[in-house]
């Protein structure tokens, strides 16, 4: 039997109530929406700085596709490739990159709340997928929740014959409604709360915000749609 694999990612329990938002520098249009600092930017970037040295280490001389999942990948990506060059430019060894970059539309989502989605994916974006036939694929996403969009976006990656496919994630939930698909990189496990910031949105807004943060109620009501 397998060994039981060793926890790779940072955990953040469910009763860490973060930092307060006073010893950070938040813009002002945010203040009184947000609950805390649940991942301050500095951290994001150490760890995202460890992951890009085990995807080369585990992917090392050779190249790979990147598929950035917009918009909220976006931020994670350039980080993520931007650790990945400066090993390449300072190691005998070198991982060469294409970067292409793809939305993902999730439907049947007819719920009220913004928080979920449900439902059949479709692909927006990008060049004509079957560029990663033969190739080895890195997707990139911001966070997985349930997992059931990005279970669906990988059989439509495989069904295009990749030669394989890896995914990172900077931040996995811990929800109940998780189907129970883990990426094979992550950054940090997080409580079932809803996040934003470092690209993630909620209705589009505070993706100009460099922590990662737990959105509150105000803020919840104050970028509604
Ligand atoms: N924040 C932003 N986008 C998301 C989240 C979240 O917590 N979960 C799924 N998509
Ligand atoms: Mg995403």
Not at 40 to 53: F, K, N, S
Not at 69 to 74: D, S
Not at 79 to 90: C, E, G, P, S, V
């Amino acid at each position: 039997m397998a060994a039981k694999p060793k926890e790779n990612f940072i955990k953040i329990e469910d009763d860490d109530g973060g930092y307060n938002l006073d010893m950070f520098c938040i813009p002002r249009h945010y203040e009184d929406a947000i609950e805390n600092v649940i991942i301050p930017h500095g951290l994001i970037q150490d760890r995202t700085e460890r992951l890009a040295r085990d995807i080369v280490k585990d992917n090392g001389d050779g190249h790979m596709v990147v598929l950035c999942v917009l918009k909220g990948g976006y931020k994670f990506c350039a980080d993520l490739l931007d650790f990945i060059k400066a090993l390449n430019r300072n190691s005998e060894t070198s991982l060469q990159l294409r970067v292409d970059f793809i939305r993902v539309k999730s439907y049947e989502n007819a719920s009220v709340e913004n928080d979920q989605s449900t439902g059949e994916i479709t692909v927006l974006g990008g060049d004509n997928l079957s560029s990663v036939e033969g190739k080895k694929i890195l997707i990139v996403e911001d966070i997985v929740d349930t997992g059931r969009t990005m279970s669906k976006l990988l059989k439509l990656v495989h069904s295009y014959k990749p030669a394989s496919v890896k995914v990172v994630s900077l931040l996995v939930k811990r929800t109940e409604r998780s189907s129970g698909y883990r990426p094979d990189y992550i950054g940090f496990e997080v409580p079932d709360k809803f996040l934003v910031g470092y690209a993630l949105d909620y209705n589009e807004f505070f993706r100009d915000l460099n922590h990662v943060c737990v959105i509150n109620e105000a803020g919840k009501k104050k970028f509604a749609i």
